[in-house]
């Protein structure tokens, strides 16, 4: 996985938006990766479809809670204005990443990384995205 | 401040979510409106029935870009176990220190033991202007879930610049 510019390029190639906080700022170093994201363009579905609705809910009712202080970022990965092609959630530590409920979308694989920043976790109970950004990015 | 005015701006208050994790309120608004709701805590009956309430308005809150956020004295663990057993998914904020009751005049001087918040609710706009005010000391005081659709309409009108039809 690489960052160009606004954008990530995931291992396979598929070129991805995330929350742009995520990527834009100050990285933390040392980090760890749980990417739970599809591997061919064929594979994703639209963010409006019920279950990447549900998934963001789960993602504020007990994901970001559970990983508490070890939370460093969380985003979704935007195919295009439409398209949900997966999620990244940022972590000091892993030992929590067998319970991503984005895992259930895609399945994860936890990879070391130096590319994300440190951003609040969304504040809830907005699942929608603003303006096409991928969630929780963006604003009005 | 006191709960009773409507003509303020809200102080940009800044206390631990139910997470831990420090959190101003203007950062929480990001340029939606706000319902915010001051709460007694989880023991209280009154509390406990008027945030199911919120939980069940919480679907309406996560497609309309609205942010719905309560603050009591609960400690952020509380506050957690709290939101998790109601099935929130909205945001706690814990003023276990109790940093801001008097300067708020919220303080709820009939429970001498807790020292909680006196509930109340203020509707706000995305720059934490007050749009409405309520006293929930009395139960029937405190708005209503047609009330909170109501102020949100409101507010929301009065800032998406593309509201009207035409």
Excluded at chain 1, 12 to 23: A, H, K, N, S
Excluded at chain 1, 40 to 55: C, N
Aim: proline residues 8%.
């Amino acid at each position: 996985m690489k960052r160009e510019g606004s954008t990530l390029v995931l291992k396979g190639g598929l070129r991805v938006r995330t929350d742009p906080r995520c990527i834009r700022g100050e990285p933390v170093f040392g980090l760890w990766a749980h990417v739970c994201a599809a591997t061919d363009r064929s594979d994703v579905l639209p963010y409006d479809h019920p279950e990447i609705q549900q998934v963001r809910r789960e993602a504020l009712a007990w994901w970001i809670p559970l990983l508490g202080d070890s939370l460093v970022c969380l985003t979704t990965l935007a195919l295009d204005s439409v398209n949900y092609a997966g999620a990244i959630t940022a972590a000091r530590d892993p030992s929590l990443f067998g319970e991503d409920p984005f895992a259930r979308i895609f399945p994860g694989t936890a990879i070391p990384t130096d590319l994300f920043c440190a951003v609040p976790p969304p504040a809830g109970p907005v699942v929608e995205r603003y303006s096409g950004v991928a969630w929780p990015g963006g604003r009005f | 401040m006191t709960a009773g005015t409507a003509t303020e701006t809200f102080l940009d208050l800044e206390l631990p979510d139910h997470t831990g994790r420090t959190r101003a309120l203007s950062e929480i608004a990001n340029g939606d409106p706000v319902a915010l709701f001051f709460s007694r805590g989880w023991w209280c009956p009154k509390e406990q029935r008027h945030l199911r309430g919120l939980v069940s308005i919480q679907d309406e809150f996560e497609v309309a870009y609205s942010k719905l956020v309560v603050v009591s004295v609960d400690p952020p663990e509380v506050q957690a176990a709290f939101r998790a057993g109601l099935g929130a998914r909205f945001l706690f904020l814990s003023d276990a220190e109790r940093l801001y009751l008097d300067e708020l005049g919220l303080r709820e001087t009939t429970d001498t033991v807790h020292n909680p918040y006196r509930p109340a609710a203020f509707t706000l706009y995305p720059d934490l202007r007050i749009h409405a005010a309520y006293n929930g000391y009395w139960f029937w005081g405190r708005p209503t879930l047609e009330e909170i659709r109501q102020d949100m309409r409101a507010i929301s009108m009065a800032i998406r610049d593309d509201w009207e039809l035409g």
